[in-house]
């Protein structure tokens, strides 16, 4: 299985679906018998932001105050 395809896959999805995609795809790859990759798949971090990342917009860096 490859951890790097399943990663970009997961992360991709909303926050609400993340965690069960991720644990079927944990499941796969015990099933398989790739521990490297359920080892690694199973450590992904459900994301936090309520969209997803095309939600997230760059914070403007703030400018000097003007004397």
Do not use: N, Q
């Not at 299985?1 to 499941?27: C, Q």
């Not at 521990?35 to 932001?49: E, F, K, M, S």
Request: net charge positive; aromatic share 8%; proline share 12%.
């Amino acid at each position: 299985m490859d951890a790097d395809a399943v990663i970009f896959e997961v992360y991709a999805l909303r926050p609400a679906d993340f965690t069960g995609a991720r644990d079927a795809y944990v499941a796969r790859a015990r099933r398989e018998k790739d521990t490297a990759a359920a080892a690694t798949i199973g450590g992904l971090r459900r994301p936090t932001w309520p969209g997803g990342p095309s939600t997230c917009r760059p914070v403007p860096v703030p400018t000097w105050p003007r004397r």
